[in-house]
């Protein structure tokens, strides 16, 4: 917020600044005007010089944010299909970090890593037991009847998105999913993932 101000004072200090140096440069000569349209190159060409490299060169580093700048075309298509056909308040369950739900899909996510929860303190046992549930589903550990009674007893509309990058780590992961039509519902198919509806 405060650059915003900043940028609006440096516009409003623009029209004057450039009639000084309009005026400025119509009364030097030689060395001094030769000065001048040096600093005034120097003025506006280092910050698009700047820029152009920003843009062309910082590029991300980490694999979580490389991945987090490169979401597909059937990924996009995922996510349009959650917006159009999942309620407003549905909770999605995911077996990545890259936080993608609320932005592209307009839906909550179930949980995030321990950490970012511990860090806003947020450590209670209800959570602890999110994030239980969420490995036991995205890990080869068995899903217990009580992992589900305690999805069930959130009173929300939880999905769980089984991500092909999710089904590459975990081939049985959708079989388990699959095979407990009493659990979970398959409810899209696509390039990029599946998606499963927790039954009430």
């Not at 739900?101 to 209670?124: A, C, H, K, L, W």
Request: net charge neutral.
């Amino acid at each position: 917020n405060e650059l915003k101000f900043i940028i609006v004072f440096f516009l409003l200090l623009t029209p004057p600044v450039a009639w000084q140096i309009i005026g400025g440069f119509q009364r030097s000569h030689g060395m001094r005007r030769a000065a001048l349209v040096f600093g005034i190159g120097v003025l506006f060409a280092v910050p698009l010089v700047l820029t152009v490299r920003g843009i062309s060169l910082e590029k991300p580093v980490e694999p979580t944010e490389a991945r987090r700048a490169g979401v597909s075309k059937a990924e996009r298509d995922l996510f349009a299909w959650i917006r159009d056909h999942t309620p407003a308040g549905a909770v999605f369950m995911e077996g990545n970090d890259y936080n993608w739900m609320p932005v592209f899909g307009d839906r909550r996510s179930f949980i995030g890593t321990r950490q970012t929860i511990e860090i806003f303190g947020y450590g209670n046992e209800e959570v602890a037991q999110c994030g239980r549930v969420r490995s036991a589903i995205f890990s080869e550990a068995p899903i217990t009847k009580e992992d589900i009674d305690f999805l069930r007893g959130m009173k929300l509309s939880i999905y769980i998105v089984a991500w092909r990058e999710d089904s590459e780590r975990l081939p049985g992961l959708e079989g388990r999913l699959a095979d407990r039509p009493e659990w979970f519902e398959r409810v899209y198919g696509g390039a990029a993932g599946t998606i499963y509806r927790l039954v009430p």
